[in-house]
C-alpha cells in the first residue's frame, strides 16, 4: 500500500490564483482530512469528510473547497490564493471517526 | 483558552536520558488520546494510541492519561538521537460524545533534540 499520497511536494503562487492540493488513500479509509500546519500553531482543522460525498467544515475553512467523489481521493481547492495560506499543509485519513489518523507527507505552498 | 496546550519547547538532553512531553486539555469529553512523532519536512506518524485512563508501554516509550487532571504525559526511555523530531499530542472525542466525526483536537507539538 501506498499509504496517503500528496500530490504537488511544493508550489508557489500568486495572490489570486487558483490551485488544487491533490491527496489519495489506498486503503479504504472512510475518514479523510486536510489540515495546515503553521509555526506555533500546530495542526488547524481546515475540512474533513466522512465519505464520499459528505464533507464539512473544520476550524480553518475560509478560502478553500473540498469535494469527495469517491472513497480514495480528497482534493482541496485554494479559490484565489492569499499570502495569509503560505503553509504545510498535511492530508490525513482514517478507517472509523474513533481510529488513528495517517498522514502524508505534505504540500508546502508558497503563495507570493 | 485552546483546548489542548502543549509546551512548544525546545527540548534538549543527552543521548539517555529520560524524557517527559506533556499536554493539558480542557474538553472533558476526551476520550482517546495519541502521540504523533514528527520528522523534519514529513508528516505526523503515530507513536502512541491510549483510550481513557491508564498507562500503555511500547518499548521505550510509555504513554499516560489522567483524566481526572485532564493530564496527558509521553515518557521516553533511554533517549537517542533518532528521537530527535517534535511531538505532538491529539485527542478526540469519539463519535458517541457528538463530536464532529474523525475530528482530532492537537497540541502545538513540542520540538525535542537529543544529542550525542
Known amino acids: 500500500n501506498a499509504g496517503v499520497t500528496q500530490t504537488p511536494k511544493f508550489q508557489v503562487l500568486k495572490t489570486g490564483q487558483s490551485m488544487t492540493l491533490q491527496c489519495a488513500q489506498d486503503?479504504?479509509?472512510?475518514?479523510m482530512s486536510w489540515y495546515r500546519q503553521d509555526p506555533g500553531m500546530g495542526l488547524r482543522l481546515i475540512h474533513y469528510?466522512?465519505?464520499?460525498?459528505?464533507?464539512d467544515q473544520g476550524e480553518v475553512p475560509n478560502g478553500y473547497n473540498v469535494s469527495r467523489s469517491t472513497t480514495e481521493d480528497f482534493p482541496l481547492r485554494l479559490l484565489s490564493a492569499a499570502p495569509s495560506q503560505t503553509s504545510v499543509y498535511f492530508c490525513?485519513?482514517?478507517?472509523?471517526?474513533?481510529?488513528?489518523?495517517?498522514f502524508g507527507p505534505g504540500t508546502r505552498l508558497l503563495v507570493l | 483558552q485552546k483546548e489542548v496546550e502543549q509546551d512548544p519547547g525546545p527540548l534538549s538532553v543527552p543521548e539517555g536520558a529520560i524524557v517527559s512531553l506533556n499536554c493539558t486539555y480542557s474538553?472533558?469529553?476526551?476520550?482517546?488520546f495519541m502521540w504523533y512523532r514528527q520528522y523534519s519536512r514529513k508528516g505526523p506518524e503515530l507513536l502512541m494510541y491510549?483510550?481513557?485512563?491508564g498507562n500503555k508501554e511500547d518499548g521505550r516509550f510509555t504513554a499516560q492519561v489522567d483524566k481526572s487532571s485532564k493530564y496527558i504525559s509521553l515518557f521516553i526511555r533511554d533517549s537517542q538521537p533518532s528521537d530527535s523530531a517534535t511531538y505532538l499530542c491529539?485527542?478526540?472525542?469519539?463519535?458517541?460524545?457528538?463530536?464532529?466525526?474523525?475530528?482530532?483536537?492537537f497540541g502545538r507539538g513540542t520540538q525535542l533534540t537529543v544529542w550525542p
Open positions: 486503503m479504504n479509509h472512510e475518514y
Open positions: 469528510s466522512v465519505g464520499a460525498g459528505i464533507t
Open positions: 490525513a485519513s482514517s478507517y472509523g471517526s474513533q481510529e488513528t489518523q495517517y
Open positions: 474538553n472533558s469529553a476526551f476520550q482517546y
Open positions: 491510549t483510550y481513557s485512563s
Open positions: 491529539a485527542m478526540s472525542p469519539g463519535a458517541d460524545r457528538g463530536s464532529t466525526l474523525g475530528r482530532l483536537y
